[in-house]
């Protein structure tokens, strides 16, 4: 399956701009053979929102600007991240959410299980985790979505983890022949050799080809590398994003049979 | 962009990333130099200005230096010289700065580095005055080595910016070290107790000597209530001051 990439640097707050490039560069990709694309995490309203997450009107926005982008979006799905009301009471208001965009129709959407609350992140104080994810099915394809943290679980790589849940094995458990992963992944001196690492990792192990699409550019303090990778099931680079630029890139991972 | 040329390695640095993002046409450096100021930091100063292409400016601060010092001189009489002169004269470059960011519309650079804003080697409203403090989050021994590759392959940054002891420059023969032990040793310590969380009593198990250990971690500690008012600082490491690093301002933990 030919999955494409979009490396892209959004802006906080900037919702037709985020939507124009997010179009352009999905035509792209659609023009380079995707099949299924992805953006990164939180791509419309930009990452972090922080506390712009508490006004009503600005998750509105975000929601428009998931309506429209639908519209423009033809056979070839986009998965794209976005903010979602929460609407299971009691809970946080919001869902760190991705939604699969085809043929003018959002016709699935998924929320993120693992919230980072520690160094820069403060993703509890704003959403509600997912208690269960399934699989998405796109051509008789079984795709595992993410977003994030929620690859960063992996207990073969991490001598202390944070979290119960490894939504990653959650997904693969149901079927999962690809996993895909969207990010706005923020970096730091190193970061992105221990982030491959851990990927190739997860992909190697699990026997499972795996896509990650990251976040460019800077916002306050935060700089995000991108550095997007598809990797197939042995855990070898089939693509490897650039760092600190914007890039689209279409990747090929073919469906693994997975031994015992 | 505007920021100050002391002609030390750190503004260079600075300068040089500046330069490189925005394009040498949107950056002014800007020399004030002062009594303590010595000539080769001028000299190093317009030699990087020219070197990058961008817009030099020397605004004295001397005269205006005399003027406060006349101004405190009644309620001064019979104290002696301090850090409270040292500090004026930090805080009239930031004035200055501040002065031309109003007039021509552009952003101030704050060109302190992690090793001086971990123990407060900084002046509030003075040098720490900008919007963004693009290097605050390297330590002293990281921009050595960032200074050499940049001069990989040409000389960008004066050399002698680069191997002369670093010195603020506020009072007579100052140098970092004489306030602060080696950048090496503090750097060393700064990783155990900014990044790795560890107390006093586990970093001088390291091979610390406790004394020193002491006296950095004091100034790591007294210190918090600056950078709380300090510029946001670029991330590049695990652990940097700002949104990821929350600490009490008031608070008697003193391991």
Same mark, same amino acid.
């Not at chain 1, 959403?127 to 394809?141: L, Q, T, Y």
């Not at chain 1, 690859?151 to 202390?160: A, H, K, V």
């Not at chain 2, 002169?85 to 930090?90: A, D, G, K, L, T």
């Not at chain 2, 002369?164 to 070290?177: H, I, V, Y």
């Given at each position: 399956?030919?999955?494409?990439? +979009?490396?892209?640097?959004?802006?906080?707050?900037?919702?037709?701009?985020?939507?124009?490039?997010?179009?352009?560069?999905?035509?792209?990709?659609?023009?380079?053979?995707?099949?299924?694309?992805?953006?990164?995490?939180?791509?419309?309203?930009?990452?972090?929102?922080?506390?712009? /997450?508490?006004?009503?009107? &600005?998750?509105?926005?975000? +929601?428009?600007? /998931? #309506? #429209?982008?639908?519209?423009?979006?033809?056979?070839?799905?986009?998965?794209?991240?976005?903010?979602?009301?929460?609407?299971?009471?009691?809970?946080?208001?919001?869902?760190? =959410?991705?939604?699969?965009?085809?043929?003018?129709?959002?016709?699935?959407?998924?929320?993120? %299980?693992? /919230?980072?609350?520690?160094?820069? &992140?403060?993703?509890?104080?704003?959403?509600?985790?997912?208690?269960?994810?399934?699989? &998405?099915?796109?051509?008789?394809?079984?795709?595992?979505?993410?977003?994030?943290?929620?690859?960063?679980?992996?207990?073969?790589?991490?001598?202390?983890?944070?979290?119960?849940? $490894?939504?990653?094995?959650?997904?693969?458990?149901?079927? !999962?022949?690809?996993?895909?992963?969207? %990010?706005?992944?923020?970096?730091?001196?190193?970061?992105?050799?221990?982030?491959? @690492?851990?990927?190739?990792?997860?992909?190697?192990?699990?026997?499972?080809?795996?896509?990650?699409?990251?976040?460019?550019?800077?916002?306050?303090?935060?700089?995000?590398?991108?550095?997007?990778?598809?990797?197939?099931?042995?855990?070898?680079?089939?693509?490897?994003?650039?760092?600190?630029? @914007?890039?689209?890139?279409?990747? #090929?991972?073919?469906?693994?049979?997975?031994?015992? | 962009?505007?920021?100050?040329?002391?002609?030390?390695?750190?503004? *260079?640095?600075?300068?040089? /990333?500046?330069?490189?993002?925005?394009? !040498? @046409?949107?950056?002014?450096?800007?020399?004030?130099? !002062?009594?303590?100021?010595?000539?080769?930091?001028?000299? $190093?100063?317009?030699?990087?200005?020219?070197?990058?292409?961008?817009?030099?400016?020397?605004?004295?601060?001397?005269?205006?230096?005399?003027?406060?010092?006349?101004?405190? #001189?009644?309620?001064?009489?019979?104290?002696?010289?301090?850090?409270?002169?040292?500090?004026?004269?930090?805080?009239?470059?930031?004035?200055?700065?501040?002065?031309?960011?109003?007039?021509?519309? =552009?952003?101030?650079?704050?060109?302190?580095?992690? %090793?001086?804003?971990?123990?407060?080697?900084?002046?509030?409203?003075? $040098?720490?005055?900008?919007?963004? =403090?693009?290097?605050?989050?390297?330590?002293?021994?990281?921009?050595?080595?960032?200074?050499?590759?940049?001069?990989?392959?040409?000389?960008?940054?004066?050399?002698?910016?680069?191997?002369?002891?670093?010195?603020?420059?506020?009072?007579?023969?100052?140098?970092?070290?004489? %306030?602060?032990?080696?950048?090496?040793?503090?750097?060393?310590?700064?990783?155990?107790?900014?990044?790795?969380?560890?107390?006093?009593?586990?970093?001088?198990?390291?091979?610390?000597?406790?004394?020193?250990?002491?006296?950095?971690?004091?100034?790591?500690?007294?210190?918090?209530?600056?950078?709380?008012?300090?510029?946001? *600082?670029?991330?590049?490491?695990?652990?940097? &001051?700002?949104?990821?690093?929350?600490?009490?301002?008031?608070?008697?933990?003193?391991?």
């Amino acid at each position: 399956m030919k999955i494409g990439l +979009l490396q892209l640097n959004s802006t906080v707050g900037d919702f037709l701009a985020n939507q124009k490039k997010l179009l352009v560069a999905y035509e792209k990709a659609c023009d380079l053979g995707a099949e299924f694309i992805l953006a990164p995490e939180l791509f419309l309203c930009g990452y972090p929102p922080r506390d712009l /997450l508490l006004r009503p009107d &600005f998750i509105d926005a975000n +929601l428009a600007a /998931l #309506e #429209e982008t639908a519209k423009n979006v033809g056979a070839i799905p986009l998965c794209v991240g976005y903010v979602d009301r929460n609407s299971e009471k009691p809970g946080r208001a919001l869902r760190n =959410a991705a939604a699969i965009l085809q043929n003018g129709k959002i016709i699935w959407r998924t929320h993120k %299980s693992l /919230l980072p609350t520690y160094d820069v &992140f403060d993703e509890d104080r704003y959403f509600e985790p997912a208690k269960k994810i399934e699989p &998405f099915v796109c051509n008789g394809r079984k795709l595992g979505i993410t977003i994030c943290e929620d690859i960063w679980n992996d207990q073969d790589f991490w001598p202390e983890r944070l979290y119960r849940r $490894d939504p990653v094995r959650e997904l693969i458990s149901q079927g !999962a022949e690809i996993i895909l992963n969207i %990010s706005a992944s923020p970096w730091h001196d190193g970061k992105e050799n221990t982030r491959l @690492e851990m990927l190739r990792r997860v992909a190697r192990d699990e026997k499972i080809s795996l896509a990650q699409v990251n976040l460019v550019g800077a916002n306050d303090e935060l700089i995000f590398d991108g550095h997007s990778v598809a990797l197939d099931a042995r855990g070898e680079i089939v693509a490897l994003g650039k760092g600190f630029a @914007e890039e689209i890139l279409v990747a #090929e991972l073919s469906r693994e049979v997975r031994r015992q | 962009m505007i920021l100050g040329l002391s002609g030390g390695i750190d503004s *260079a640095l600075v300068a040089v /990333l500046a330069a490189d993002a925005l394009g !040498a @046409e949107n950056v002014m450096g800007v020399a004030m130099p !002062a009594r303590y100021s010595s000539s080769g930091s001028l000299n $190093d100063a317009e030699a990087l200005a020219k070197n990058l292409g961008i817009r030099y400016e020397i605004l004295p601060i001397e005269p205006v230096f005399n003027s406060v010092e006349k101004q405190l #001189e009644k309620v001064f009489a019979g104290t002696k010289p301090n850090e409270a002169e040292e500090n004026v004269q930090s805080r009239l470059r930031g004035v200055t700065l501040m002065a031309l960011s109003n007039k021509f519309g =552009a952003l101030v650079l704050t060109t302190g580095n992690k %090793s001086e804003m971990a123990v407060g080697y900084c002046t509030l409203y003075g $040098d720490m005055d900008g919007a963004l =403090a693009p290097i605050a989050d390297v330590l002293k021994s990281d921009i050595y080595k960032i200074a050499r590759w940049v001069n990989r392959e040409r000389e960008i940054i004066p050399k002698n910016s680069i191997s002369k002891p670093p010195s603020a420059e506020l009072r007579p023969n100052q140098t970092d070290q004489d %306030s602060l032990p080696p950048y090496e040793t503090l750097d060393a310590i700064l990783d155990l107790y900014v990044v790795k969380n560890l107390g006093k009593p586990e970093i001088v198990t390291r091979g610390f000597d406790a004394g020193v250990v002491n006296d950095v971690v004091n100034k790591i500690n007294f210190s918090e209530y600056k950078r709380r008012q300090a510029a946001p *600082a670029l991330k590049i490491s695990p652990r940097a &001051f700002g949104m990821g690093r929350r600490i009490p301002v008031a608070q008697r933990f003193r391991l």
